[in-house]
C-alpha cells in the first residue's frame, strides 16, 4: 500500500480525474464515489451488462495499488468481482479507461481476465502518484481570445 499524505489538492485531483473518466464514458452527473482515506480508491456504475454476467451490475474501481479494473457485483450482496484490469500504469489518461471499458463491453470473448502487473518500477510510486493527482485538481481552461486578437509578444 502507498504511503500518501493526502491533503485537499490530493483529494480534489482524485474527484476531478475520476469524473474525466466518467465523462470520457459519456457518464452524466455525479455518479462516481472516492474514499480519499486510505486505501485510496474510486467506483463509478456503469450502465449495461457483460454477456457473461447478463444479471449483473457492472462498475469501474480505481484502487492505488491497482489501477483501473472491471468488476460485476457478486450475485447476493455489495460485494463486487473484478473480472478484468487494465494493466497499465495506475493514472491513464481518461480515454484510455474508456476506450477500454467499450471493448469490455463489446467484446464476445468471456470477461474474466485479471492482468497482474506485478511489481513494474513507477507504478507505485507515492510521490509520483501525488504529482500526477494534482494535476487534476483544477480543470484545464482553453484559452480564449477576443476576435482580431492575436498571441504573441
Known amino acids: 500500500m502507498m504511503e500518501l499524505d493526502f491533503d485537499d489538492s490530493l483529494a480534489r485531483g482524485l474527484h476531478r480525474y475520476v469524473r474525466t473518466v466518467s465523462q470520457a464514458l459519456g457518464l452524466h452527473g455525479d455518479c462516481s464515489c472516492v474514499q480519499a482515506e486510505e486505501p485510496i480508491s474510486a467506483y463509478i456504475p456503469l450502465d449495461g451488462r457483460f454477456s457473461r454476467f447478463p444479471d449483473r451490475d457492472v462498475a469501474l ?45 463489446r467484446s464476445h470473448q468471456p470477461v474474466g481476465l485479471v492482468v497482474d502487473r506485478g511489481d513494474e518500477p513507477g507504478h507505485r510510486d507515492a510521490a509520483t502518484m501525488r504529482e500526477r493527482l494534482a494535476t487534476y485538481e483544477f480543470p484545464v481552461r482553453p484559452l480564449v481570445t477576443a476576435p482580431g486578437v492575436t498571441g504573441g509578444s
Do not use: N
Open 61 to 105: 474501481l480505481w484502487e492505488e495499488s491497482r489501477g483501473w479494473s472491471a468488476a460485476v457485483e457478486s450475485g447476493g450482496g455489495d460485494d463486487l468481482h473484478v473480472v478484468a484490469c487494465l494493466g497499465q500504469e495506475l493514472l491513464p489518461p481518461p480515454e484510455t479507461v474508456a476506450s477500454w471499458t467499450r471493448r469490455l463491453f
